[in-house]
Nanobody, 126 residues
Framework: QVQLVESGGGLVQAGGSLRLSCAAS????????MGWFRQAPGKEREFVTA????????YYADSVKGRFTISRDNPKNTVYLQMNSLKPEDTANYYC???????????????????WGQGTQVTVSS
């Protein structure tokens, strides 16, 4: 069982930056691939980014590539999402997730994830 707790959301102006953190419980954190998804009101949950357990490979949605960076600190059981050059369309509730899925397709699919945090709201004003 893995428990995930996000923090770092808030209100920021367009062009600004935020850093989200996700603290995970358990002693097997490094065995999980971690992801961030987001969901805006009236829209489906969408993939943002994912990182392998070793931290050696990362994946990004085209909409955030070059602006967002995912990283992890396994000894601290924490995954981060650095968000730069934020746009109003980035406004959403951001969820941290954990999966044992292996393929890049699985890492981009919400259905592949086993554990979810409660979410943290990010609002970008224009």
């Amino acid at each position: 069982q893995v428990q995930l707790v996000e923090s770092g959301g808030g209100l920021v102006q367009a062009g600004g930056s935020l850093r989200l953190s996700c603290a995970a419980s358990g002693r097997t954190f490094s065995t999980y691939n971690m992801g961030w998804f987001r969901q805006a009101p009236g829209k489906e949950r969408e993939f943002v980014t994912a990182i392998r357990g070793s931290g050696t490979m990362t994946y990004y949605a085209d909409s955030v590539k070059g602006r967002f960076t995912i990283s992890r600190d396994n000894p601290k059981n924490t995954v981060y999402l650095q968000m730069n050059s934020l746009k109003p369309e980035d406004t959403a509730n951001y969820y941290c997730t954990a999966t044992t899925g292996r393929t890049s397709y699985e890492l981009r699919s919400a259905a592949s994830y086993d554990y979810w945090g409660q979410g943290t709201q990010v609002t970008v004003s224009s």
